[in-house]
Each structure stands twice: as C-alpha cells, then as structure tokens.
Nanobody, 126 residues
C-alpha cells in the first residue's frame, strides 16, 4: 500500500522557518519525481515545488522561489521542504504528492498525481 505521511508543520511568526518531511512507503521511492502542493483556505491547490528522482533537479513556484528548498533522501524514502522567510500568505495545508511513474516534473510543475499525503498545516501569524 502506497503511503505518504507528512510532518513538521506548525505555527510560526512571519520571517520564521519550518522543515516539512514526507515519509514514503509502499513503492520504489527513487523511481519517482516528487512534489509539494499547498492549499490555502478558500483557494485552489497551488503547486509549490518538485524534485527529480536523483534530487539534482529542483523546481519552484515563483511565489516561493528563493525562500523554500526541496530535497530528498532516497535511502530514507523521504522528501523534505525547508520553508524560510515565511509570510502570512504561506499559510496553507501542505501536501506531499507522487506523480505517475515516468512523469517528469519541470519548471511549471504539475497537478497530475496518483497519490497524496494527508497534509500538514503551516500557519504563519504574528
């Protein structure tokens, strides 16, 4: 059974940092690109970042470029998202998502996923 389990969310003040983790199981992790997608209250989902299978190509939405950093540890079947310089508009439920096998995430991201985690809440407020 494929499982994606996010953790690391919380409440922080503007300018603060968080590190999100997504632990994957039930599939060959290093065969898949991975993404982070977020959804703010009352808004549609927004692709945030993606990473290729080797972890040497990373992509970001313009809204987070320069502040967020995605990485992965294939030995631990885990993908991470480092969130720095957080803003109130970053408040959202953050999901880890797996695209179909063979789909390569590029600079424009994707919303084509076959598995999602349950999400971890990030709240940025003073």
């Amino acid at each position: 059974e494929v499982q994606l389990v996010e953790s690391g969310g919380g409440m922080v003040q503007p300018g603060g940092s968080l590190r999100l983790s997504c632990a994957a199981s039930g599939f060959t992790f290093n065969n898949y690109d991975m993404s982070w997608v977020r959804q703010a209250p009352g808004k549609g989902p927004e692709w945030v970042s993606g990473i290729n299978t080797f972890g040497d190509s990373t992509y970001y939405a313009d809204s987070v470029k320069g502040r967020f950093s995605i990485s992965r540890d294939n030995a631990k079947n885990t993908v991470y998202l480092q969130l720095n310089s957080l803003k109130p508009e970053d408040t959202a439920l953050y999901y880890c998502a797996r695209p179909p096998l063979g789909l390569r995430i590029g600079p424009q991201g994707t919303f084509e996923y076959d598995y999602w985690g349950q999400g971890t809440q990030v709240t940025v407020s003073s």
